[in-house]
């Protein structure tokens, strides 16, 4: 069982950044991937991001690719998000999720509850 809080979201204007952040509790943290969805109000919850479980493998959307980066602490059992460049389209409740598979579908086996992410253009 792996419990998770996404932290660190808010209202920044366009162009400018926000980190996110993703805290487990639970047994295992480091046999998972870790992954971050969107889901904007009306629309899809879409793939952001993931990393393996090492840390060593990411993977992201092509529409944050260059400016968002994943990254993992498996002692500290956290996964952040840096956000840079944001722009108004990337205004959505952002989930982490993990799961035993890497996947870019939100079929994961835990979700945290969500933080919102609102800019301003």
């Known amino acids: 069982q792996v419990q998770l809080v996404e932290s660190g979201g808010g209202l920044v204007q366009a162009g400018g950044s926000l980190r996110l952040s993703c805290a487990a509790s639970?047994?295992?943290?480091?046999?998972?991937?870790v992954a971050w969805f969107r889901q904007a109000p009306g629309k899809e919850r879409e793939f952001v991001a993931v990393?393996?479980?090492?840390?060593?493998?990411?993977d992201y959307a092509d529409s944050v690719k260059g400016r968002f980066t994943i990254s993992r602490d498996n002692a500290n059992q956290v996964v952040d998000l840096q956000m840079n460049s944001l722009k108004p389209e990337d205004t959505a409740i952002y989930y982490c999720?993990?799961?035993?598979?890497?996947?870019?579908?939100?079929?994961?086996?835990?979700w945290g509850q969500g933080t919102q992410v609102t800019v301003s253009s």
């Open positions: 639970g047994r295992a943290f480091g046999g998972y991937a």
């Open positions: 990393v393996g479980r090492s840390g060593s493998n990411t």
């Open positions: 999720a993990a799961g035993l598979q890497w996947r870019t579908t939100p079929v994961y086996d835990y």
